[in-house]
Nanobody, 126 residues
């Protein structure tokens, strides 16, 4: 079992930055690939970014490439999402997720993940 808790959400003006964190508890965090997804009001949850268990591979949605950066610290059981140049359309609940077996772009699929956090709200004002 892996428990995930997101933090760092909040209200920011367009063009600003936020850093989300996802703290994991449970066993063998370093063996899990991690992902970030988001769900805007009235929309389906969508893939944002994923990182392999080692941190050596990352996968970004086109909409955030060049502005968002995912990283992980396996010693701290934490994955981060640095979000820069935020746009109002980034307003959503952001969810952290964990997956042990899949690799590559399979990590962009919501159904690939076994564990999910409760989400953290990000609001970008124009």
């Amino acid at each position: 079992q892996v428990q995930l808790v997101e933090s760092g959400g909040g209200l920011v003006q367009a063009g600003g930055s936020l850093r989300l964190s996802c703290a994991a508890s449970g066993r063998a965090f370093s063996s899990y690939a991690m992902g970030w997804f988001r769900q805007a009001p009235g929309k389906e949850r969508e893939f944002v970014v994923a990182i392999s268990w080692s941190g050596g591979s990352t996968y970004y949605a086109d909409s955030v490439k060049g502005r968002f950066t995912i990283s992980r610290d396996n010693a701290k059981n934490t994955v981060y999402l640095q979000m820069n140049s935020l746009k109002p359309e980034a307003t959503a609940v952001y969810y952290c997720s964990a997956e042990k077996d899949r690799t590559g772009w399979a990590l962009a699929q919501e159904g690939a993940y076994d564990y999910w956090g409760q989400g953290t709200q990000v609001t970008v004002s124009s």
